[in-house]
T-cell receptor, first 119, second 111 residues
Framework: GAVVSQHPSWVICKSGTSVKIECRSL??????MFWYRQFPKQSLMLMAT?????????EQGVEKDKFLINHASLTLSTLTVTSAHPEDSSFYICSARDPSGRVPKNIQYFGAGTRLSVL | QQPVQSPQAVILREGEDAVINCSSSKALYSVHWYRQKHGEAPIFLMILLKGGEQKGHDKISASFNEKKQQSSLYLTASQLSYSGTYFC????????????FGSGTKLNVKP
């Protein structure tokens, strides 16, 4: 199946700093990528839909200026958590769809996730 | 927006069966099922694209009732490896540009 790489797998940072998370589709071009956040023992909550070459679409309640999403190419989307605070500590996961038609194009392929801890 | 799953948690002995339900207040165009182990990304299990569709592999199968806006995942003769949290997922929005996960069902299979 298709492969999505997410980096880093974990990061620890000080309060007030910014953290960038990368999501790459390795063997397909992803026009759309999704960013999720998951708190312990909870479901994955959609934060935003990232579209190549255009602005991301954010879910209600997600701060655009705090969670900057850039989808500059068909294989890379980045999520930057700006001025991170302890309440931003969470598990962040990206996913992408393969629109090529090799497999049902609705299927989501997930990165391994990034565990962010803000001290 | 988020589909609701039931039950929230299930404890089984190896070899027992389980059913996980997923219901949506909005029309479902497709239903995805995933399993997530602690600290890992979700793993794709299967997708159902049409109402009335049933699908399965090994001893895990699912059905999709489009009219009732719900889907069920069936786990038969459960194995220890089935333990994890199961999520259904669905696409909505123009051009299916949003994907929402269900509330999750934690399954614990014991020896």
């Amino acid at each position: 199946g298709a492969v999505v790489s997410q980096h880093p797998s974990w990061v620890i940072c000080k309060s007030g700093t910014s953290v960038k998370i990368e999501c790459r589709s390795l063997d397909f071009q992803a026009t759309t990528m999704f960013w999720y956040r998951q708190f312990p023992k909870q479901s994955l909550m959609l934060m935003a839909t990232s579209n190549e070459g255009s602005k991301a679409t954010y879910e209600q309640g997600v701060e655009k200026d705090k969670f900057l999403i850039n989808h500059a190419s068909l294989t890379l989307s980045t999520l930057t958590v700006t001025s991170a605070h302890p309440e931003d500590s969470s598990f962040y996961i990206c996913s992408a769809r393969d629109p090529s038609g090799r497999v049902p194009k609705n299927i989501q392929y997930f990165g391994a996730g990034t565990r962010l801890s803000v001290l | 927006q988020q589909p609701v799953q039931s039950p929230q948690a299930v404890i089984l002995r190896e070899g027992e069966d389980a059913v996980i339900n997923c219901s949506s207040s909005k029309a479902l165009y497709s239903v995805h099922w995933y399993r997530q182990k602690h600290g890992e990304a979700p793993i794709f299990l299967m997708i159902l694209l049409k109402g009335g569709e049933q699908k399965g592999h090994d001893k895990i199968s699912a059905s999709f009732n489009e009219k009732k806006q719900q889907s069920s995942l069936y786990l038969t003769a459960s194995q220890l490896s089935y333990s994890g949290t199961y999520f259904c997922g669905t696409e909505i929005g123009y051009n299916f540009n949003k994907f929402y996960f269900g509330s999750g069902t934690k399954l614990n299979v014991k020896p």
